[in-house]
């Protein structure tokens, strides 16, 4: 299982990133997908959800009507459009899958939001 997570970098509050994960190394299309992100010295958190065939989504409250998750099973990427972005959402974005109860990540990529 490979996940390569890109599209992170610096923008001003209210500005928008989108980021990508290109997967391999399994069966992309039978995974529900997800995005983590980890502010420093905080915990891991949950942030969006997707399922396998991209029909139902799922996001943390503090995201919701601001980012949008969707994918491309045909591409085997899954992408975090983020919008009206707030300093608080400064973090690493890690995409995820749980497979055989084992959680795999990408390497992150760095979101910062200025004020």
């Known amino acids: 299982v490979q996940l390569v997570e890109s599209g992170g970098g610096l923008v001003q509050a209210g500005g928008s990133l989108r980021l990508s994960c290109a997967a391999s190394?399994?069966?992309?299309?039978?995974?529900?997908m997800n995005w983590y992100r980890q502010a420093p010295g905080k915990e891991r958190e949950f942030v969006a959800v997707?399922?396998?065939?991209?029909?139902?989504?799922n996001y943390a409250d503090s995201v919701k009507g601001r980012f949008t998750i969707s994918r491309d099973n045909a591409k085997n990427s899954v992408y975090l459009q983020m919008n009206s972005l707030k300093p608080e959402d400064t973090a690493v974005y890690y995409c995820n899958i749980r497979r055989a109860a084992t959680d795999y990540w990408g390497q992150g990529t760095q979101v910062t939001v200025s004020s």
């Open positions: 997707i399922s396998s065939g991209g029909g139902s989504t």
């Open positions: 190394g399994f069966t992309f299309s039978r995974y529900t």
